[in-house]
């Protein structure tokens, strides 16, 4: 793994979580139904940090495309994202400690919401698009149909630096893991 704590480093390289004035921010990312809130709420809780999900963000128009099986295009996401480098910016410099449940499925995306935030982790949430798939089969009152998954891996850029996690491990074993990686 690859470190970096400047706010010029690469969106992708994941920071070792420093304790100073600033939060820490964890951005969890990956394709839609891959567990991002899952993961994140429990990074959250045994990092004694705010959980947030990217989802909750999105503006009213942006949700109503998906639910209508619409895919967002640059466009539709660029508020959204400044929206979430807003949040984290002024969370992280209040003092605050974030973990973060989001798509970020490009590395252009990942730079945006990253910008400027100090002591931030990328941990990459990778898996197959059949389990996925079937996760997502599984799931009810999620307004992101099935439908748009092979949009979402077709959009996905893999990262590069940041803290890889299988999908098909234990919640217990991702935690650990990331916590490792983050040298906490």
Known sequence: MQTSASPSSSPERSA??????????????GVS????TTLGQALAQSLGATFLDADDFHP????EKMRAGIALNDADRAPWLARLNDELRARSNAGES??????AL??????????EVPNIAWV???????????????????????????????????????????IELPLQEKVKRVMAAMAI
Do not use: W
């Not at 799931?139 to 992101?144: D, G, I, K, P």
């Open 124 to 166: 990459f949430l990778d898996g197959s698009f059949e389990l996925i798939a079937a996760r997502m089969r599984q799931r009810v009152n999620h307004y992101m149909p099935e439908s748009l998954l092979r949009s979402q891996f077709e959009a996905l850029e893999r990262p590069t630096g940041a803290i890889e996690i299988s």
């Open 106 to 115: 490009k590395a252009v995306y990942r730079e945006r919401i990253g910008r």
């Open 16 to 29: 070792p979580i420093a304790t100073n004035a600033c939060g820490r921010v964890v951005v969890v990312f």
């Open 60 to 63: 009213v128009e942006n949700v």
């Open 33 to 36: 139904g891959c567990g991002k």
């Open 98 to 103: 974030v973990a973060l449940a989001c798509s």
